[in-house]
């Protein structure tokens, strides 16, 4: 609950992991009895529909230091107060588009369910059933810009603004360019209630950041969207192409055999994702990005650093868990065989629809639950990938009996689920190389170390190609640059082993070769005792 400055109005928000709702409703206490206060619903949304995403109640500071939502000063002749929603999103058909509505509330009629929306109005306001909703502010998409609003700058000391104009601080980026922050007047004329006229003046530069990677500059970003068959479901991903690559997205779909490369150039790819859940199958296919962010390379999150060495990458393609009918408790019923039918769309589209990557070349990798896919990708696809990075993951479910990620159903209750589920009980020694990195000090619940030890020693034993690094000290995410180095050179070797160089698989356990060994100098002293025929290294 939050109350306005004013005392006598209130927000309370409340949700419903089951049914994934969202609702904030709004308190008036300007009765006469302060226990019986006037409850009207404010919005009511599904929370994983991005598209229907209004925004959020924006805050600022009051007189007494207290965060409280901010509002225009309020007429006390019409008793109506204004607030401001703002998302930083905007979730859309095009991509994100950040936006910034006000919402005119009449106290006096709380009750009254009719309600009128601006045809300025962003987003679907549908979501927002009290109130006159009015845009006055949105990215600048159409200029190939991505912008966002990090603050309101309220100079009074209060939660209630006054005058015709807001100043906020205003960050710009695009593909090629970081973000800068801008001062931005926001004008605009407030009379009785209603912004009758919405202008922009210009911004004030404020911070003058440069690229903080030049080497990687000329990549090209494409977001895409294709159709898994298994149920028709729309889904879409990022597409990174190194430097001196690029193609023109609406001239492949419309004439396909003119843009696509021959075999000997095309790139080998990098899968890299993360499954989630879902109820609906629309909120499922949302497009969860924007063509015109800056992509931030972080060695230890970003997959975009494998550019360099010529991958096309796939980011985050949407590999959605989706449940059937009114349950949400039954989408891991079909876990295999959503994630299976999502990778090869994904793979198919990237490699025989636009034509840019070789499909005998694919790897996939990911991180925790991401990395729990890895493994069940490279036994259930039939090939699809050469080979796997799995990093911090959890490949037996019956060591976390008592649930995992969004599963609330135990062991004991769906054992059949709990094994199809967990690579560790369907491994096969027709399965892809796999590298496994775990911090030797994971305390995330659902991933302790022991579950990368385990897994290796039950691929050793069926002789699958493998490889465990575990590194000293570190948690569930790497934060030594000492640890993160090394965990670039492991994967780097094993892309260009099992990837680029498409060597023949064997089952011998030789470690790293000598430019591994160089390329991990900074750790050489505590990596001494690697020893040949033992491919398990304890850093």
């Known amino acids: 609950m939050s109350f306005f400055e004013t005392g006598d109005l209130a927000v309370v928000s409340e949700k419903w992991w089951e049914t994934k709702l969202e609702r904030k409703w709004l308190l008036n206490f300007q009765g006469p009895d302060l226990l019986k206060a006037e409850k009207v619903l404010f919005s009511e949304r599904s929370y994983e529909d991005k598209y229907s995403d209004p925004g959020n109640i924006q805050y600022g500071y009051s007189q007494l230091g207290t965060k409280c939502p901010l509002q225009m000063r309020r007429d006390l002749g019409q008793q109506k107060v204004t607030i401001f929603l703002y998302n930083d999103e905007g979730a859309g058909e095009e991509g994100y588009v950040?936006?910034?509505?006000?919402?005119?509330?009449?106290?006096?009629?709380?009750?009254?369910?009719?309600?009128?929306?601006?045809?300025?109005?962003?987003g679907n306001t549908n979501t927002v059933k009290t109130g006159i909703v009015t845009q006055i502010w949105e990215s600048n998409h159409e200029a190939g810009k991505f912008e966002r609003i990090h603050a309101v700058l309220n100079n009074s000391g209060s939660t209630l603004l006054s005058g015709d104009s807001l100043r906020v601080i205003l960050s710009q980026e695009t593909p090629e360019e970081p973000p800068n922050y801008y001062l931005y007047d926001l004008n605009f004329l407030y009379v009785a209630g209603v912004v009758k006229k919405v202008s922009d003046e210009s911004a004030v530069r404020i911070t003058n950041f440069k690229h903080p990677y030049p080497a990687m500059k000329g990549y090209s970003k494409h977001i895409i969207k294709y159709k898994r068959p298994l149920d028709g479901v729309t889904l879409s991903s990022t597409l990174y192409l190194p430097k001196g690559y690029s193609f023109d997205l609406e001239n492949i779909q419309t004439d396909r055999k003119k843009s696509k490369l021959k075999k000997e150039k095309r790139l080998p790819l990098l899968f890299w994702a993360y499954p989630l859940q879902y109820n609906a199958a629309s909120a499922a296919g949302q497009l969860r990005d924007s063509p015109f962010r800056f992509s931030k390379v972080t060695p230890f999150k970003s997959p975009l650093v494998w550019l360099t060495l010529g991958f096309a990458v796939l980011d985050g393609p949407s590999m959605p868990i989706i449940a059937t009918g009114d349950k949400s408790s039954n989408a891991n019923d079909t876990y295999v065989e959503q994630l299976v039918s999502s990778a090869e769309a994904a793979v198919d589209y990237v490699c025989n629809g636009l034509g840019i990557c070789d499909s005998t070349r694919v790897a996939v990798g990911g991180h925790s639950y991401g990395a729990f896919m890895v493994a069940n990708l490279l036994i259930h696809s039939k090939n699809l990938f050469c080979c796997g990075i799995a990093r911090s993951g959890a490949y037996n479910r019956t060591m976390t009996p008592f649930g995992f990620q969004t599963e609330r159903r135990s062991f004991w209750k769906v054992p059949k689920i709990y094994t199809k589920m967990s690579p560790f009980f369907t491994l096969h020694k027709d399965m892809r190389p796999i590298l496994l990195i775990h911090g030797a000090e994971d305390e995330n619940r659902g991933t302790y170390t022991d579950q990368s030890v385990r897994m290796f020693a039950a691929l050793r034993s069926i002789g699958v190609v493998s490889r465990l690094v575990v590194l000293p000290y570190?948690?569930?995410?790497?934060?030594?640059?000492?640890?993160?180095?090394?965990?670039?050179?492991?994967?780097?070797?094993?892309?260009?082993?099992?990837?680029?160089?498409?060597?023949?698989?064997?089952?011998?356990?030789?470690?790293?070769?000598?430019?591994?060994?160089?390329?991990?100098?900074?750790?050489?002293t505590i990596a001494t005792h690697i020893q040949p025929g033992d491919s398990q290294v304890n850093l």
Do not use: Q
């Not at 936006?99 to 962003?122: G, H, M, P, Q, W």
């Not at 934060?479 to 060597?503: G, N, P, Q």
């Open 474 to 524: 570190e948690g569930h995410r790497y934060r030594a640059r000492e640890s993160i180095m090394h965990c670039l050179a492991e994967t780097e070797f094993w892309l260009r082993k099992y990837c680029v160089d498409k060597r023949k698989y064997s089952t011998s356990y030789d470690v790293a070769p000598d430019e591994l060994r160089s390329a991990t100098a900074p750790i050489a």
């Open 98 to 122: 950040p936006f910034l509505n006000i919402v005119e509330i009449d106290l006096e009629n709380l009750n009254d369910s009719d309600r009128l929306a601006s045809e300025k109005s962003k």
